[in-house]
């Protein structure tokens, strides 16, 4: 039977490698027969994998150090790890979600990566209005170190909600997904951007707490009437990274079941539609999550 995805054997790297989509995506490569490095805080459960490596991604040294561990080349990147915000920091939760995997591609992967290479990042829906809100990111996504990334978001740590990282996280890793891929993509590496719709994993609770209860995160899982499963996320990573999307380069795929559809054809409200910066709206948002707390 022919390989169509062709993992078997190479080098595959997943982030937040030990729960939800992470887990989920990384089964699936170990029976594809792909070398999988785990990269999580929590120990990888998965039997099969390559090795384990303990990182918190949201500081750039642990990065570094994890780095040592992994193969000089490598074929695919999956950057799945993130944070909702619900229990940490701001800093930590936009670190982790956007600052970690660009400063992973840029001083690792265009290194160890070559023709044939693959690369995805896993946004969110709340990420599908970067095109709308650009220029409120262009300066972080454009912005050269770690060091100035923080910097270029320090005013907004004491005035935004930390949850709101969230969403300017994964628009500017939305942003930088399509600019990476014009500009890698002449060295044959394609990169690729999965926007997941709700999803049931271990951070529900806190997904739900930032909608509004259970019956507002449902609402944001299109038509299907359920929460999605960890796997019908990582499938379409999987997919995306494989020889079977070799032409698939610098798209957002939206895995919603319909949500972004009923969107566009203004059949349902964008709630997240909003200014991910602007002073008055972060205010107010502060104001709300005070009070579902």
């Given at each position: 039977m022919k390989d169509y995805f062709n993992y078997s054997d190479k080098i595959c790297v997943v982030t937040g490698a030990s729960s939800?989509?992470?887990?989920?995506?990384?089964?699936?490569?170990?029976?594809?027969?792909?070398?999988?490095?785990?990269?999580?805080?929590?120990?990888?459960?998965?039997?099969?994998?390559?090795?384990?490596i303990k990182c918190n991604l949201a500081k750039k040294e642990e990065i570094d150090e994890a780095m040592k561990e992994l193969p000089e080349h490598i074929d695919s990147f999956f950057g799945v790890a993130g944070l909702s915000g619900a229990k940490t920091d701001y800093r930590t939760t936009f670190n982790c979600n956007f600052t970690a995997n660009k400063y992973i591609c840029e001083n690792y992967l265009v290194k160890r990566m070559g023709q044939g290479s693959s690369i995805l990042f896993v946004s969110s829906t709340a990420g599908l209005n970067w095109k709308k809100y650009k220029k409120e990111q262009d300066?972080?996504?454009?912005?050269?170190?770690?060091?100035?990334?923080?910097?270029?978001?320090?005013?907004?740590?004491?005035?935004?909600?930390?949850?709101?990282?969230?969403?300017?996280?994964?628009?500017?890793?939305?942003?930088?997904?399509?600019?990476?891929?014009?500009?890698?993509?002449?060295?044959?590496?394609?990169?690729?951007?999965?926007?997941?719709?709700?999803?049931?994993?271990?951070?529900?609770?806190?997904?739900?707490?930032?909608?509004?209860?259970?019956?507002?995160?449902?609402?944001?899982?299109?038509?299907?009437?359920?929460?999605?499963?960890?796997?019908?996320?990582?499938?379409?990573?999987?997919?995306?990274?494989?020889?079977?999307?070799?032409?698939?380069?610098?798209?957002?795929?939206?895995?919603?079941?319909?949500?972004?559809?009923?969107?566009?054809?203004?059949?349902k409200k964008d709630v997240e539609d909003i200014s991910a910066t602007n002073p008055f709206i972060l205010m107010i948002a502060k104001k709300m999550m005070a009070k579902r707390k």
């Open positions: 939800g989509m992470g887990k989920a995506t990384v089964e699936t490569l170990v029976d594809l027969g792909a070398k999988v490095y785990a990269l999580d805080l929590n120990p990888c459960s998965v039997t099969g994998i390559e090795k384990f300066k972080v996504v454009h912005a050269s170190t770690w060091e100035e990334i923080n910097q270029l978001i320090n005013k907004l740590v004491k005035k935004s909600p930390s949850t709101f990282a969230y969403v300017y996280s994964k628009r500017c890793i939305s942003q930088y997904s399509a600019e990476l891929a014009c500009k890698l993509g002449k060295q044959g590496i394609r990169v690729n951007n999965v926007m997941p719709g709700s999803t049931n994993t271990g951070m529900k609770n806190e997904f739900e707490k930032m909608a509004g209860g259970a019956e507002a995160l449902l609402k944001e899982a299109g038509l299907a009437s359920r929460l999605a499963r960890s796997e019908e996320m990582a499938y379409p990573m999987v997919f995306l990274n494989s020889s079977m999307a070799s032409f698939v380069s610098g798209i957002d795929f939206c895995v919603d079941y319909a949500d972004y559809a009923l969107k566009e054809l203004k059949l």
